[in-house]
């Protein structure tokens, strides 16, 4: 059965990073894309960072590109995202979850068509 937990949430100032780590068991990382969204209260689930499969091309949503990095090692069945320069607009729950790939781009928008097995979350707050 595949598993996806995330860690690594928290509260961090305007301005400041933060790491996600996103585990993963039941099924061979190498052979899946994995997406990072996250979704605030009210608001419908965004801020795609999705990595591809073996190749590890990256799609990123215009509102965290430049700011989050994805990576992955798939040996560890762990995925990465590095949270630079946050703003209090960060602030939700962050999901990763796993796909068969496809066309990266098109997944990783919404709907995030494709994504059909993801993790619980983990809280991130950005306030002073």
């Known amino acids: 059965q595949s598993q996806l937990v995330e860690s690594g949430g928290g509260q961090v100032q305007p301005g400041g990073s933060l790491s996600l780590s996103c585990t993963t068991s039941?099924?061979?990382?190498?052979?899946?894309?994995i997406g990072w969204f996250r979704q605030a209260p009210g608001k419908e689930r965004e801020g795609g960072a999705c990595?591809?499969?073996?190749?590890?091309?990256?799609y990123y949503d215009d509102s965290v590109k430049g700011r989050f990095t994805s990576f992955r090692d798939n040996a560890k069945n762990t995925i990465w995202l590095q949270l630079t320069s946050m703003e209090p607009e960060d602030t939700a729950v962050y999901y990763c979850?796993?796909?068969?790939?496809?066309?990266?781009?098109?997944?990783?928008?919404?709907?995030?068509?494709?994504?059909?097995?993801w993790g619980r979350g983990t809280q991130v707050t950005v306030s002073a």
């Open positions: 039941g099924f061979s990382l190498e052979y899946y894309a």
């Open positions: 990595i591809n499969d073996r190749d590890n091309r990256t």
């Open positions: 979850a796993e796909a068969t790939p496809d066309d990266l781009q098109a997944m990783c928008e919404p709907p995030q068509y494709g994504f059909d097995v």
